[in-house]
């Protein structure tokens, strides 16, 4: 009588005397056969006589059958189960600088992510913040608030004596001769009343006109003699 031949290996033709074993990349799991199967799309097989094909792990994948190694996933993408045919980019407000990862990251605060399939997300520029991870764009500053540094998750009150009268602004701005502010996060200053001035900028109160001085209207770098 003739043997069948085992799992894993075949006899393609009559009066074979030894049965082959399957090529890597390939699998028969009965006996008896006289022809391998490729792998499937998803799996793979590196050793050469091997039942059966063996899934690709979480962040790899095979796009062709018979493959004897999977690939990994790129960065920007990632697969999260086995036997992938392909690999996931990753949604805006998320990133993966690595290859073969299962997952995206979101990203961090103080960054945004615009785009599918960052490998790494942007800072937010000077002027703008963004406080929360995994976010697609940085809001800007609002008035009397500043950033001067990129990427920065929180905004900055401008300090007494400072104003922004725009949004999404780096620095704040000194107040004018003849005005003061004397509060954080102000948009605007105040103009100094009569009878009173200041000479400099980035004051937070004006000063009393000396004796024999006066100013008469709002507003004044210098009291009138």
């Given at each position: 009588t003739c043997i069948e031949c085992a799992r894993g290996s075949f006899a393609g033709g009559f009066g074979s005397s030894v049965c082959l074993p399957c090529p890597v990349g390939q699998q028969t799991n009965i006996t008896g056969q006289t022809a391998c199967t490729k792998c499937d799309f998803g799996y793979w097989q590196g050793s050469a006589?091997?039942?059966?094909?063996?899934?690709?792990?979480?962040?790899?994948?095979?796009?062709?059958?018979?493959?004897?190694?999977?690939?990994?996933?790129?960065?920007?993408?990632?697969?999260?189960?086995?036997?992938?045919?392909?690999?996931?980019?990753?949604?805006?407000?998320?990133?993966?600088?690595?290859?073969?990862?299962?997952?995206?990251?979101?990203?961090?605060?103080?960054?945004?992510?615009?785009?599918?399939?960052?490998?790494?997300?942007?800072?937010?520029?000077?002027g703008q913040q963004v406080n929360v991870t995994g976010q697609t764009a940085?809001?800007?500053?609002?008035?009397?608030?500043?950033?001067?540094?990129?990427?920065?998750?929180?905004?900055?009150?401008?300090?007494?004596?400072?104003?922004?009268?725009?949004?999404?602004?780096?620095v704040c701005v000194d107040c004018e001769a003849g005005k003061f502010t004397n509060a954080t996060a102000q948009d605007s200053c105040f103009l100094c009343q009569p009878g009173l001035y200041q000479g400099g900028g980035s004051k937070t109160s004006c000063i009393a006109c000396d004796r024999g001085t006066y100013a008469p209207v709002f507003g004044l770098a210098v009291c009138l003699p």
């Amino acid at each position: 009588t003739c043997i069948e031949c085992a799992r894993g290996s075949f006899a393609g033709g009559f009066g074979s005397s030894v049965c082959l074993p399957c090529p890597v990349g390939q699998q028969t799991n009965i006996t008896g056969q006289t022809a391998c199967t490729k792998c499937d799309f998803g799996y793979w097989q590196g050793s050469a006589g091997s039942p059966l094909c063996v899934a690709c792990a979480p962040g790899k994948f095979s796009k062709r059958e018979g493959e004897s190694v999977c690939e990994d996933c790129d960065v920007g993408k990632f697969a999260n189960t086995t036997t992938q045919t392909i690999c996931f980019t990753c949604q805006p407000g998320l990133f993966q600088s690595a290859n073969a990862k299962t997952t995206c990251n979101e990203c961090a605060r103080g960054t945004y992510g615009d785009e599918f399939g960052f490998s790494a997300c942007l800072p937010c520029p000077a002027g703008q913040q963004v406080n929360v991870t995994g976010q697609t764009a940085c809001t800007q500053c609002i008035k009397g608030w500043y950033q001067g540094n990129t990427g920065s998750p929180l905004c900055l009150r401008c300090v007494a004596g400072k104003f922004t009268d725009r949004i999404g602004e780096p620095v704040c701005v000194d107040c004018e001769a003849g005005k003061f502010t004397n509060a954080t996060a102000q948009d605007s200053c105040f103009l100094c009343q009569p009878g009173l001035y200041q000479g400099g900028g980035s004051k937070t109160s004006c000063i009393a006109c000396d004796r024999g001085t006066y100013a008469p209207v709002f507003g004044l770098a210098v009291c009138l003699p």
